[in-house]
Protein backbone atom coordinates (compact mmCIF):
# COMPACT_ATOMS: atom_id res chain seq x y z
CA UNK A 1 0.00 0.00 0.00
CA UNK A 2 1.64 3.25 -0.78
CA UNK A 3 2.03 6.34 1.62
CA UNK A 4 -0.89 8.15 -0.08
CA UNK A 5 -3.52 5.61 0.47
CA UNK A 6 -2.27 4.64 3.95
CA UNK A 7 -2.92 8.35 5.04
CA UNK A 8 -5.97 8.25 3.04
CA UNK A 9 -7.46 5.12 5.15
CA UNK A 10 -6.11 6.51 8.02
CA UNK A 11 -7.76 9.87 7.54
CA UNK A 12 -10.89 8.34 6.67
CA UNK A 13 -10.99 6.33 9.90
CA UNK A 14 -10.17 8.81 12.40
CA UNK A 15 -12.57 10.85 11.09
CA UNK A 16 -15.16 8.77 11.17
CA UNK A 17 -14.48 8.15 14.90
CA UNK A 18 -13.81 11.57 16.17
CA UNK A 19 -17.24 12.41 14.52
CA UNK A 20 -19.30 9.90 15.94
CA UNK A 21 -17.83 10.11 19.60
CA UNK A 22 -18.67 14.30 18.72
CA UNK A 23 -22.29 13.84 17.85
CA UNK A 24 -23.03 10.99 20.75
CA UNK A 25 -22.75 12.65 24.27
CA UNK A 26 -25.49 11.77 26.17
CA UNK A 27 -27.63 9.25 24.45
CA UNK A 28 -31.43 9.58 24.98
CA UNK A 29 -34.15 6.81 23.68
CA UNK A 30 -37.07 7.77 21.86
CA UNK A 31 -38.97 7.15 25.90
CA UNK A 32 -36.60 9.93 27.08
CA UNK A 33 -36.68 12.21 24.55
CA UNK A 34 -40.81 12.54 24.44
CA UNK A 35 -41.07 12.31 28.07
CA UNK A 36 -38.16 15.63 28.40
CA UNK A 37 -40.08 17.64 25.95
CA UNK A 38 -43.33 17.17 27.77
CA UNK A 39 -41.65 18.73 30.29
CA UNK A 40 -39.33 21.27 28.50
CA UNK A 41 -40.46 21.84 24.96
CA UNK A 42 -40.80 25.87 24.90
CA UNK A 43 -44.39 25.93 22.98
CA UNK A 44 -45.91 23.64 26.28
CA UNK A 45 -44.39 25.86 28.72
CA UNK A 46 -45.95 28.53 27.03
CA UNK A 47 -49.13 27.23 27.35
CA UNK A 48 -48.82 25.87 30.16
CA UNK A 49 -47.88 28.98 31.91
CA UNK A 50 -51.20 30.92 29.70
CA UNK A 51 -53.73 28.38 31.67
CA UNK A 52 -52.58 30.48 34.82
CA UNK A 53 -53.19 33.68 32.82
CA UNK A 54 -56.73 32.25 31.81
CA UNK A 55 -57.53 31.22 35.78
CA UNK A 56 -56.98 35.23 37.05
CA UNK A 57 -59.92 35.77 34.73
CA UNK A 58 -62.00 33.72 36.76
CA UNK A 59 -61.54 35.61 39.89
CA UNK A 60 -62.75 38.65 38.87
CA UNK A 61 -65.50 36.54 37.67
CA UNK A 62 -66.68 34.96 40.76
CA UNK A 63 -66.42 38.04 42.52
CA UNK A 64 -70.52 39.02 43.66
CA UNK A 65 -70.67 42.69 42.90
CA UNK A 66 -69.07 44.29 40.05
CA UNK A 67 -69.28 47.45 41.60
CA UNK A 68 -68.52 48.91 44.71
CA UNK A 69 -70.41 51.31 47.10
CA UNK A 70 -70.85 55.13 46.63
CA UNK A 71 -70.89 57.48 49.17
CA UNK A 72 -72.28 61.04 48.67
CA UNK A 73 -71.52 64.14 50.73
CA UNK A 74 -73.02 67.49 50.49
CA UNK A 75 -73.01 70.75 52.79
CA UNK A 76 -73.84 74.20 52.98
CA UNK A 77 -74.86 76.90 54.57
CA UNK A 78 -78.80 78.25 55.37
CA UNK A 79 -80.09 81.70 56.40
CA UNK A 80 -82.76 83.92 56.84
CA UNK A 81 -82.62 87.51 58.66
CA UNK A 82 -82.81 86.04 62.05
CA UNK A 83 -80.46 82.72 61.95
CA UNK A 84 -77.76 80.76 60.01
CA UNK A 85 -77.70 76.41 59.51
CA UNK A 86 -75.01 74.78 57.98
CA UNK A 87 -76.88 71.79 56.41
CA UNK A 88 -75.44 68.64 55.70
CA UNK A 89 -76.42 65.14 53.87
CA UNK A 90 -74.76 61.71 53.46
CA UNK A 91 -75.88 58.98 51.29
CA UNK A 92 -74.59 55.39 50.75
CA UNK A 93 -75.71 53.49 47.61
CA UNK A 94 -74.90 49.77 46.68
CA UNK A 95 -76.52 48.25 43.26
CA UNK A 96 -77.10 45.32 42.38
CA UNK A 97 -76.42 43.29 39.37
CA UNK A 98 -79.33 39.85 37.90
CA UNK A 99 -77.84 36.93 38.86
CA UNK A 100 -77.65 35.56 35.33
CA UNK A 101 -75.08 37.88 34.77
CA UNK A 102 -72.67 36.44 37.32
CA UNK A 103 -73.24 33.37 36.16
CA UNK A 104 -72.63 34.06 32.73
CA UNK A 105 -69.50 35.51 33.77
CA UNK A 106 -68.25 32.10 35.50
CA UNK A 107 -69.08 29.94 32.35
CA UNK A 108 -67.53 32.36 30.30
CA UNK A 109 -64.21 32.48 32.56
CA UNK A 110 -64.19 28.68 32.68
CA UNK A 111 -64.62 28.38 29.18
CA UNK A 112 -61.59 30.21 28.50
CA UNK A 113 -59.96 28.37 31.02
CA UNK A 114 -61.06 24.68 28.85
CA UNK A 115 -59.54 26.64 25.97
CA UNK A 116 -56.19 27.22 27.65
CA UNK A 117 -56.20 23.53 28.61
CA UNK A 118 -56.79 21.83 25.84
CA UNK A 119 -54.25 24.39 24.24
CA UNK A 120 -51.64 22.71 26.51
CA UNK A 121 -52.80 19.41 25.08
CA UNK A 122 -52.37 20.13 21.27
CA UNK A 123 -48.99 22.17 22.01
CA UNK A 124 -47.90 18.55 23.41
CA UNK A 125 -49.05 16.67 20.53
CA UNK A 126 -47.08 19.14 18.20
CA UNK A 127 -44.07 19.15 19.82
CA UNK A 128 -44.38 14.80 20.15
CA UNK A 129 -44.22 14.74 16.97
CA UNK A 130 -41.19 17.36 16.39
CA UNK A 131 -39.30 15.29 19.05
CA UNK A 132 -40.21 12.08 17.06
CA UNK A 133 -39.52 13.17 14.04
CA UNK A 134 -35.90 14.57 15.13
CA UNK A 135 -35.83 11.34 17.17
CA UNK A 136 -36.02 9.02 13.99
CA UNK A 137 -33.96 11.46 11.45
CA UNK A 138 -30.94 11.69 13.68
CA UNK A 139 -31.53 7.68 14.43
CA UNK A 140 -31.66 7.26 10.68
CA UNK A 141 -28.36 9.42 10.00
CA UNK A 142 -26.62 7.49 12.29
CA UNK A 143 -27.17 4.23 10.87
CA UNK A 144 -26.66 5.82 7.57
CA UNK A 145 -23.05 6.56 8.84
CA UNK A 146 -22.79 3.23 9.81
CA UNK A 147 -23.48 2.05 6.23
CA UNK A 148 -21.04 4.22 5.24
CA UNK A 149 -18.38 3.39 7.30
CA UNK A 150 -18.65 -0.37 6.05
CA UNK A 151 -18.45 0.98 2.46
CA UNK A 152 -15.77 3.43 3.29
CA UNK A 153 -13.76 0.13 4.66
CA UNK A 154 -14.61 -1.49 1.32
CA UNK A 155 -13.81 1.35 -1.24
CA UNK A 156 -10.14 2.09 0.49
CA UNK A 157 -9.30 -1.78 0.01
CA UNK A 158 -10.67 -1.74 -3.46
CA UNK A 159 -8.90 1.22 -4.19
CA UNK A 160 -5.76 -0.03 -2.36
CA UNK A 161 -5.61 -2.90 -4.82
CA UNK A 162 -6.44 -1.34 -8.05
CA UNK A 163 -3.54 0.81 -6.87
CA UNK A 164 -0.86 -2.03 -6.41
CA UNK A 165 -2.50 -3.60 -9.71
CA UNK A 166 -1.63 -0.63 -11.52
CA UNK A 167 2.29 -0.26 -10.39
CA UNK A 168 2.33 -4.16 -11.58
CA UNK A 169 0.96 -2.92 -14.69
CA UNK A 170 -2.26 -5.11 -14.65
CA UNK A 171 -4.47 -2.32 -14.70
CA UNK A 172 -4.79 0.90 -16.84
CA UNK A 173 -4.78 3.92 -14.75
CA UNK A 174 -8.43 4.25 -15.41
CA UNK A 175 -9.49 1.53 -12.94
CA UNK A 176 -7.45 3.73 -10.94
CA UNK A 177 -9.15 7.13 -11.28
CA UNK A 178 -12.61 5.44 -10.79
CA UNK A 179 -11.54 3.91 -7.62
CA UNK A 180 -10.89 7.09 -6.52
CA UNK A 181 -13.74 8.63 -8.04
CA UNK A 182 -15.79 5.89 -5.80
CA UNK A 183 -13.90 6.55 -2.72
CA UNK A 184 -14.57 9.92 -3.08
CA UNK A 185 -18.10 9.66 -3.39
CA UNK A 186 -18.42 7.57 0.03
CA UNK A 187 -16.73 10.35 1.71
CA UNK A 188 -18.90 12.85 0.01
CA UNK A 189 -21.96 10.83 1.35
CA UNK A 190 -20.85 10.32 4.51
CA UNK A 191 -20.08 14.05 4.95
CA UNK A 192 -23.75 14.74 4.27
CA UNK A 193 -24.67 11.93 6.46
CA UNK A 194 -23.02 13.50 9.43
CA UNK A 195 -24.99 17.21 8.39
CA UNK A 196 -28.70 15.70 8.73
CA UNK A 197 -27.73 13.90 11.92
CA UNK A 198 -26.03 17.44 13.29
CA UNK A 199 -29.46 19.12 11.94
CA UNK A 200 -31.77 16.64 13.47
CA UNK A 201 -29.60 16.76 16.81
CA UNK A 202 -29.77 20.75 16.60
CA UNK A 203 -33.36 20.10 16.37
CA UNK A 204 -33.57 18.10 19.65
CA UNK A 205 -31.61 20.12 21.75
CA UNK A 206 -33.72 23.43 20.47
CA UNK A 207 -36.92 21.62 21.80
CA UNK A 208 -35.80 19.49 24.83
CA UNK A 209 -34.07 23.06 25.51
CA UNK A 210 -30.61 20.94 26.41
CA UNK A 211 -26.69 21.96 25.82
CA UNK A 212 -23.76 20.43 24.87
CA UNK A 213 -23.96 17.30 22.59
CA UNK A 214 -26.38 14.32 22.60
CA UNK A 215 -26.63 11.46 20.90
CA UNK A 216 -29.94 8.84 20.51
CA UNK A 217 -29.78 5.47 21.68
CA UNK A 218 -32.32 3.43 19.14
CA UNK A 219 -32.63 2.02 15.63
CA UNK A 220 -34.88 1.90 12.85
CA UNK A 221 -36.98 -1.51 12.93
CA UNK A 222 -39.32 -3.32 11.07
CA UNK A 223 -42.70 -1.62 11.01
CA UNK A 224 -45.80 -3.00 12.83
CA UNK A 225 -49.33 -2.76 11.71
CA UNK A 226 -51.61 -0.07 12.80
CA UNK A 227 -55.75 -0.09 13.91
CA UNK A 228 -57.69 2.46 11.72
CA UNK A 229 -60.88 1.73 14.59
CA UNK A 230 -58.26 3.02 17.93
CA UNK A 231 -56.75 5.99 15.64
CA UNK A 232 -60.18 7.26 14.91
CA UNK A 233 -61.65 6.33 18.14
CA UNK A 234 -58.43 8.47 19.25
CA UNK A 235 -58.85 10.99 16.98
CA UNK A 236 -62.40 12.47 18.07
CA UNK A 237 -60.32 13.32 21.62
CA UNK A 238 -58.00 15.88 19.48
CA UNK A 239 -57.04 18.54 21.29
CA UNK A 240 -58.48 20.89 18.56
CA UNK A 241 -61.89 19.39 18.92
CA UNK A 242 -61.81 20.52 22.34
CA UNK A 243 -60.49 24.16 21.94
CA UNK A 244 -63.65 25.00 19.55
CA UNK A 245 -65.87 23.08 21.80
CA UNK A 246 -65.22 25.37 24.70
CA UNK A 247 -64.94 28.51 22.13
CA UNK A 248 -68.56 27.59 21.45
CA UNK A 249 -69.13 27.38 25.71
CA UNK A 250 -67.55 30.89 25.88
CA UNK A 251 -69.65 32.45 22.89
CA UNK A 252 -72.56 30.92 24.69
CA UNK A 253 -71.77 32.85 27.79
CA UNK A 254 -71.17 36.07 26.16
CA UNK A 255 -74.49 35.66 24.42
CA UNK A 256 -75.89 34.88 28.03
CA UNK A 257 -74.00 37.69 29.44
CA UNK A 258 -75.83 40.13 26.84
CA UNK A 259 -79.13 38.84 27.77
CA UNK A 260 -79.02 39.43 31.48
CA UNK A 261 -78.22 42.96 30.54
CA UNK A 262 -81.93 43.04 29.22
CA UNK A 263 -82.76 42.57 32.82
CA UNK A 264 -83.24 45.47 35.17
CA UNK A 265 -80.81 46.21 38.08
CA UNK A 266 -81.17 47.29 41.44
CA UNK A 267 -79.94 49.65 43.85
CA UNK A 268 -80.43 50.07 47.68
CA UNK A 269 -79.50 53.18 49.70
CA UNK A 270 -79.50 54.95 52.99
CA UNK A 271 -79.67 58.54 53.68
CA UNK A 272 -78.89 61.16 56.42
CA UNK A 273 -79.47 64.90 56.54
CA UNK A 274 -79.67 67.86 58.86
CA UNK A 275 -81.81 70.64 57.82
CA UNK A 276 -82.04 73.62 59.97
CA UNK A 277 -81.50 71.45 63.21
CA UNK A 278 -83.08 68.58 62.21
CA UNK A 279 -81.90 65.25 61.46
CA UNK A 280 -83.28 62.99 58.94
CA UNK A 281 -82.96 59.00 57.93
CA UNK A 282 -84.06 58.26 54.32
CA UNK A 283 -84.36 54.31 52.72
CA UNK A 284 -84.04 54.54 48.82
CA UNK A 285 -84.51 51.63 46.11
CA UNK A 286 -83.40 52.73 42.56
CA UNK A 287 -84.26 50.64 39.42
CA UNK A 288 -82.19 50.73 36.19
CA UNK A 289 -84.37 50.22 33.44
CA UNK A 290 -82.58 48.43 30.30
CA UNK A 291 -84.29 51.36 27.71
CA UNK A 292 -81.22 52.03 25.11
CA UNK A 293 -78.80 49.67 26.33
CA UNK A 294 -79.57 45.97 26.97
CA UNK A 295 -76.67 44.13 26.02
CA UNK A 296 -77.39 44.37 22.12
CA UNK A 297 -73.68 43.83 21.21
CA UNK A 298 -73.01 40.90 23.35
CA UNK A 299 -76.09 38.99 22.33
CA UNK A 300 -75.52 39.03 18.53
CA UNK A 301 -71.88 39.14 18.62
CA UNK A 302 -72.17 35.73 20.71
CA UNK A 303 -74.53 34.27 18.63
CA UNK A 304 -72.57 35.03 15.51
CA UNK A 305 -69.17 33.74 17.02
CA UNK A 306 -71.30 30.52 18.03
CA UNK A 307 -72.79 29.92 14.79
CA UNK A 308 -69.03 30.11 13.15
CA UNK A 309 -67.23 28.23 15.81
CA UNK A 310 -69.99 25.13 15.63
CA UNK A 311 -69.45 25.62 11.61
CA UNK A 312 -65.58 25.31 12.14
CA UNK A 313 -66.22 22.28 14.60
CA UNK A 314 -67.60 20.60 12.06
CA UNK A 315 -65.48 21.09 9.36
CA UNK A 316 -62.40 20.29 11.32
CA UNK A 317 -63.99 16.82 12.40
CA UNK A 318 -64.67 16.01 8.74
CA UNK A 319 -60.47 17.28 8.25
CA UNK A 320 -59.34 15.43 11.27
CA UNK A 321 -60.99 11.83 10.04
CA UNK A 322 -60.04 12.36 6.34
CA UNK A 323 -56.18 13.10 7.81
CA UNK A 324 -56.89 9.91 9.89
CA UNK A 325 -57.62 7.55 7.18
CA UNK A 326 -54.75 9.09 4.97
CA UNK A 327 -52.41 8.43 7.22
CA UNK A 328 -53.30 5.11 8.17
CA UNK A 329 -53.25 4.91 4.30
CA UNK A 330 -49.56 5.94 3.87
CA UNK A 331 -48.58 4.15 6.59
CA UNK A 332 -49.91 0.72 5.24
CA UNK A 333 -48.00 1.41 1.93
CA UNK A 334 -44.88 2.48 3.90
CA UNK A 335 -44.98 -1.04 6.00
CA UNK A 336 -45.63 -2.53 2.11
CA UNK A 337 -42.69 -1.01 0.95
CA UNK A 338 -40.68 -2.52 3.33
CA UNK A 339 -41.77 -5.98 3.80
CA UNK A 340 -40.94 -6.00 -0.56
CA UNK A 341 -37.23 -5.11 0.35
CA UNK A 342 -37.06 -7.79 3.12
CA UNK A 343 -38.58 -10.32 1.31
CA UNK A 344 -36.97 -9.95 -2.32
CA UNK A 345 -33.80 -6.98 -1.75
CA UNK A 346 -32.01 -7.58 1.52
CA UNK A 347 -31.54 -11.43 2.22
CA UNK A 348 -29.26 -12.24 -0.96
CA UNK A 349 -26.93 -8.63 -0.19
CA UNK A 350 -24.58 -9.82 1.84
CA UNK A 351 -23.95 -13.04 -0.06
CA UNK A 352 -23.90 -10.74 -3.53
CA UNK A 353 -21.15 -8.68 -1.73
CA UNK A 354 -18.76 -11.75 -0.87
CA UNK A 355 -19.25 -13.55 -4.60
CA UNK A 356 -18.31 -10.44 -6.40
CA UNK A 357 -15.27 -9.92 -4.15
CA UNK A 358 -14.58 -13.43 -4.38
CA UNK A 359 -15.30 -12.59 -8.32
CA UNK A 360 -12.95 -9.81 -8.72
CA UNK A 361 -9.98 -11.30 -7.13
CA UNK A 362 -9.77 -14.35 -9.43
CA UNK A 363 -10.32 -11.54 -12.22
CA UNK A 364 -13.79 -12.98 -13.85
CA UNK A 365 -15.00 -9.31 -13.32
CA UNK A 366 -13.41 -5.99 -13.70
CA UNK A 367 -13.12 -3.22 -11.33
CA UNK A 368 -15.94 -1.09 -13.41
CA UNK A 369 -18.30 -4.14 -13.00
CA UNK A 370 -17.12 -4.50 -9.06
CA UNK A 371 -17.70 -1.26 -8.39
CA UNK A 372 -20.90 -0.81 -10.17
CA UNK A 373 -22.31 -4.30 -8.44
CA UNK A 374 -20.86 -2.61 -4.90
CA UNK A 375 -22.88 0.38 -5.55
CA UNK A 376 -26.13 -1.23 -6.31
CA UNK A 377 -25.84 -3.23 -3.06
CA UNK A 378 -25.50 -0.13 -0.95
CA UNK A 379 -28.02 1.98 -2.98
CA UNK A 380 -30.86 -1.19 -2.19
CA UNK A 381 -29.53 -0.99 1.68
CA UNK A 382 -29.74 2.97 1.66
CA UNK A 383 -33.06 2.08 -0.35
CA UNK A 384 -34.31 -0.22 2.76
CA UNK A 385 -32.73 2.25 5.38
CA UNK A 386 -35.23 4.97 3.44
CA UNK A 387 -38.04 2.75 3.83
CA UNK A 388 -37.64 2.29 7.36
CA UNK A 389 -37.18 5.96 8.29
CA UNK A 390 -40.48 6.79 6.03
CA UNK A 391 -42.15 4.02 7.69
CA UNK A 392 -41.32 5.16 10.93
CA UNK A 393 -42.80 8.93 10.10
CA UNK A 394 -45.86 7.57 8.74
CA UNK A 395 -46.26 5.90 12.34
CA UNK A 396 -45.48 9.24 14.05
CA UNK A 397 -47.77 10.87 11.34
CA UNK A 398 -50.34 8.74 12.19
CA UNK A 399 -50.18 8.59 15.87
CA UNK A 400 -49.74 12.53 15.88
CA UNK A 401 -53.28 12.65 13.76
CA UNK A 402 -55.11 10.29 16.13
CA UNK A 403 -53.89 12.05 19.28
CA UNK A 404 -52.05 8.79 20.52
CA UNK A 405 -48.92 11.52 20.85
CA UNK A 406 -49.51 12.84 24.41
Known amino acids: MGMGVRALAVCGIVCACANGAAAQGKAM ?4 VLARARTQAPQIVSARLAVEEARTRLIGATLRQQTNPELDAWAGNRSNPTERFTDYEFGLTQTFEPGARRSARVAGANAAIAQSTATVDEATRTALYQ ?19 AAFSLATSVYTAADRRYRAGDIAVLDVNIARASLARVRADREGAEAARSSALADLRQLLRLEGEIGVDGSLSSPMPADLAAALRGASQRPELRILEAAIQEADAE ?103 RSFDVGQIGLPDLLLIRREILDTRFQYLDALLEAALARVDLDASAALLR
Not at 29 to 32: F, I, K, R, V
Not at 134 to 147: G, H, S
Open 29 to 32: TLAE
Open 131 to 149: AAGAFYRAVYATERIQLLD
Open 255 to 357: RALGLSFSKPEYGAGVRYAREEGDQIILGGLTVKLPMFFSGQEQRTAGSARGARLRSDLEATKARIDAEVRTAFDTYGRRIAAVRILEADAIPGLDENEQLTT
